[in-house]
């Protein structure tokens, strides 16, 4: 049985469209001039917002120029969770993955430039692993929410952790074929590919030395 999705307000609506213009716009004041260069005076500028609003959201420009990955990684939680409970942990998992990557929203249409501007930035690096941490914990949650067991599980934490360094192996093999360029990626490859790493996992990595 698929889960209820949350009623969001008015009030709520209007506060993620102001962090979202917020994140769109560093992200997109940053890919044309870098980071190094872009000021919280013209992020505020360019999404048409006051600079005191700014800070209501975020705390520095490296954390505004992430709100587009956090974005894709509280969606992505958000997609696993509302799948059927009769799907296993791993085929939710994936599932959720192709849903958050097809979407023709803001979030997957700046993910791959998101991710390419952080390779090249190292300040954004720290505030990458800040979100990941919280991806990673917000997923062992639902995993375990999931399988009726309590969130400090072992099984539930380990999951977390392997399914989604599982997506960062297949997303960094699409940025290095991509390069450059701000191709998104076609969501019937990814959903082989996810479908691979993940097979490997349900199938356990324990293999036998050459001899």
């Not at 914990?137 to 999931?146: D, Y």
């Amino acid at each position: 049985m698929d889960q209820p999705v949350p009623v969001v307000g008015r009030r709520e609506r209007k506060k993620q469209a102001t962090r979202a213009a917020l994140g769109e716009a560093a992200l997109r004041l940053s890919l044309r001039h870098g980071v190094e260069n872009v000021t919280v005076e013209q992020i505020a500028d360019e999404a048409d917002i006051a600079l005191r609003t700014f800070f209501n959201y975020f705390s520095s420009k490296e954390e505004a120029v992430m709100a587009t990955l956090s974005a894709a990684a509280q969606e992505l939680i958000a997609q696993f969770r509302a799948r059927p409970r009769t799907e296993s942990v791993l085929r939710a998992f994936r599932e959720a993955v192709v849903v958050v990557m097809s979407q023709s929203n803001v979030a997957g249409r700046d993910f791959v430039p998101a991710f390419q501007l952080i390779r090249s930035t190292p300040t954004l690096v720290p505030h990458q692993l800040a979100v990941l941490a919280a991806q990673e914990k917000a997923l062992a949650e639902a995993i375990s929410a999931r399988i009726g067991q309590a969130s400090a599980d072992v099984y539930a934490r380990l999951c977390a952790a392997c399914a989604l360094t599982a997506l960062r192996v297949v997303l960094e093999a699409w940025l290095q074929r991509t390069g450059d360029t701000d191709q998104q990626p076609d969501p019937a490859l990814l959903g082989r590919q996810v479908d691979t790493v993940l097979n490997e996992l349900a199938a356990g990595l324990d293999r036998p030395g050459s001899s």
